[in-house]
């Protein structure tokens, strides 16, 4: 019986569910490969750690997304151009309105400005594009939509590690007439750690959580400090529940499966343990 590509969505999606987070973008590109017909559908909803590009025209890094793809190609923020570069075929890719590649701009001057302080280094990425939203703003402005990302790695030669943080945040804004715009943002955050003396240890994964506020804006301007603190709100607590579920648990299982004391000590506390339960409960 051949199955619909909704069943094949959906058992595809399962599988990866099911997979070495460690190994996502090679089991993505297999499953594209198998099943070309849902590519762009397993594309936009699997979330993989962010590929570093570099703009010809500013000099800058860039990180890629399926959110600036055109094809093979991956738009700056930097210089608003495709690379590798599309040709005669630019002026038909994905753009921005000139308001909204003006709001980009200043978008991605702030975000680098919190990758600093926040990340001391990394790189960090923001685009937007427009919506078909009716509801309108004081200033007669429409909806849009857009995505931060933001990636910082590591790599210590000294202890044998590396690793990598991945934070995809994408936002849709809806303003309303009354002077609030409802923000609505789903974000992600991929961790990956090795140690790379002879592969001992490895955690990979990753969390998505949403979030939906309606705040007061005046501006344009007042969309990006808005959606910059309900990022910062987010990255916080997901950063506190990443240490809790996997450096939490983890030495949970470590220190439960190996003890630096002597067996004859354990034994011995057990021991005392259970004769002073055994004396309190004679009491």
């Not at 500013?58 to 991956?74: I, T």
């Not at 750690?193 to 705040?215: A, F, W």
């Not at 354990?266 to 021991?271: A, V």
Request: aromatic share 8%; glycine share 4%; proline share 4%.
């Amino acid at each position: 019986m051949q199955q619909s590509e909704e069943e094949i969505l959906d058992s595809s999606l399962d599988l990866l569910r099911r997979l070495d987070p460690k190994h996502i973008s090679k089991n993505l590109e297999t499953i594209c490969r198998i099943q070309p017909s849902i590519a762009e559908e397993l594309l936009s909803s699997i979330d993989t750690p962010l590929q570093v590009s570099r703009c010809e025209k500013s000099g800058k890094s860039y990180l890629c997304c399926d959110y600036n793809r055109d094809g093979d190609s991956f738009r700056s923020p930097w210089s608003n151009s495709y690379y590798p570069s599309l040709g005669s075929e630019e002026s038909d890719a994905p753009h921005p309105s000139e308001h909204l590649r003006e709001l980009e701009k200043f978008a991605n001057d702030s975000f680098d400005i919190y990758r600093d302080l926040y990340y001391e280094g990394g790189i960090s990425s923001v685009y937007l594009w427009d919506t078909e939203d009716d509801d309108v703003g004081p200033d007669g402005q429409l909806g849009f939509a857009g995505v931060a990302l933001l990636k910082k790695q590591v790599d210590s030669s000294s202890v044998n590690t590396q690793g990598s943080w991945d934070s995809i945040h994408v936002f849709e804004i809806e303003p309303s007439s009354n002077g609030k715009a409802n923000y609505k943002v789903t974000s992600t955050v991929i961790l990956d750690l090795e140690n790379d003396e002879d592969n001992e240890m490895y955690l990979s994964g990753n969390l998505t959580r949403q979030t939906e506020k309606k705040v007061q804006f005046t501006d344009s301007a007042s969309h990006v400090s808005n959606i910059g603190s309900i990022v910062e709100d987010t990255e916080s607590k997901l950063r506190n529940l990443l240490q809790e579920v996997y450096f939490g648990k983890t030495k949970d299982i470590l220190t439960d499966l190996r003890s630096i004391e002597p067996l004859n000590v354990k034994n011995q506390e057990k021991l005392m343990h259970k004769q002073l339960i055994e004396n309190f409960q004679k009491v």
